[in-house]
C-alpha cells in the first residue's frame, strides 16, 4: 500500500502545471513527425491507437492500415528508452519534463495490456514512476476492460477514466486522468455552459484532470476550455497551440 501511494503521489504531482491548461497530442502518429514534435513542444500526453496482431502491437486508426503500420515498439518504446539512455534518466534536456503515452487500444484489451507489459517490464526506469519520477507515464485507454480488474496489472499503468463510472477508492488510485465526449456537454437549447461546469467539478472533486475530446481545435475553443478549467486541450495542433496560445496567454497578452 506505501508503494501505491507513493506512486500516486508521484504521478499527481507530475500532472501539475500551475495556471495552465496542458496538452493532449490527439493521434500523434499520424502528424510528420510522431513523438518528436510533442516532445519539442512539452506535450503532457501523447496518443498512439494500437491493434494488438500476434505478438506485436501495431500503431494505426483504423484496421485497413494495419498492412504497412508501424509496431508501438519502433514508433514509441525504442526511441523513449534511447532518449532515456541520452539524456541520463530523462526524456529530454529539460530535466522537469515527464510525459504521458497513452494508449488507445482499439480491440482485444488484455491481449494488448499483456503485451504492453512485456515490451517494458525489462525498462522500468524508463517507465515506473516508482522507480524514476521522471519516468514517462503508461496510461491505458480505449479497449480498458472492467475497472473491477484494474488493480491487477502492475503499479505502472494506469487507465483513462471517465466521469460516469464509479471507481472504489484503490481503483481511483489507478485512473490517472478522466477523458469524455465534449459533444455530451454542449446543449442547443442552453447556452450557459451548465453541463460542462458539472462535469468541471465532478472530475475535480474526484482529485482528478479532466479532457474533453471532439472539442473544436482552435484558439477560440482552447481559450473557452481554459475558462472553463478544463486541464488537458486534446489537440492536433500542438505546436500552434503551445506557440500561439499558451505561450502568449502566459505572457499576458
Not at 118 to 133: G, Q
Not at 152 to 176: C, K, M, S, W
Request: hydrophobic letters at 40%; one cysteine or more.
Amino acid at each position: 500500500m506505501k508503494l501505491i501511494l507513493l506512486t500516486i503521489l508521484i504521478n499527481f504531482a507530475n500532472f501539475q502545471i500551475c495556471g495552465q491548461p496542458l496538452i493532449h497530442a490527439h493521434n500523434d502518429y499520424q502528424k510528420s513527425e510522431p513523438l518528436t514534435n510533442a516532445l519539442r513542444h512539452k506535450a503532457f500526453s501523447i496518443e498512439a491507437d494500437i491493434y494488438p496482431s500476434g505478438n506485436r502491437l501495431l500503431v494505426a486508426h483504423d484496421k485497413n492500415e494495419l498492412p504497412t503500420a508501424p509496431t508501438l515498439d519502433s514508433l514509441y518504446l525504442r526511441p523513449m528508452i534511447e532518449l532515456f539512455h541520452r539524456h541520463k534518466g530523462f526524456i529530454s534536456e529539460d530535466s522537469s519534463y515527464a510525459p504521458v503515452l497513452m494508449i488507445d487500444i482499439k480491440e482485444n484489451g488484455d491481449m494488448a495490456i499483456a503485451q504492453l507489459i512485456k515490451l517494458v517490464s525489462a525498462h522500468r526506469s524508463v517507465f515506473d514512476r516508482s522507480f524514476n519520477a521522471k519516468a514517462v507515464q503508461l496510461v491505458i485507454s480505449g479497449d480498458r476492460g472492467p475497472s473491477s480488474r484494474w488493480t491487477a496489472y502492475p503499479l505502472y499503468i494506469l487507465f483513462d477514466g471517465r466521469p460516469n463510472e464509479v471507481y472504489d477508492r484503490v481503483t481511483l488510485q489507478r485512473v490517472a486522468f478522466i477523458s469524455d465526449s465534449y459533444l455530451k456537454y454542449i446543449n442547443p437549447r442552453d447556452s450557459s455552459d451548465r453541463l460542462i461546469t458539472q462535469v468541471v467539478n465532478k472530475v475535480h472533486g474526484m482529485g482528478k484532470l479532466l479532457r474533453l475530446w471532439a472539442s473544436p481545435d482552435n484558439p477560440d475553443s482552447w481559450k473557452l476550455q481554459q475558462q472553463h478549467g478544463i486541464d488537458i486541450i486534446n489537440t492536433d495542433k500542438v505546436e500552434d497551440c503551445r506557440n500561439n496560445f499558451l505561450k502568449k496567454t502566459a505572457a499576458g497578452n
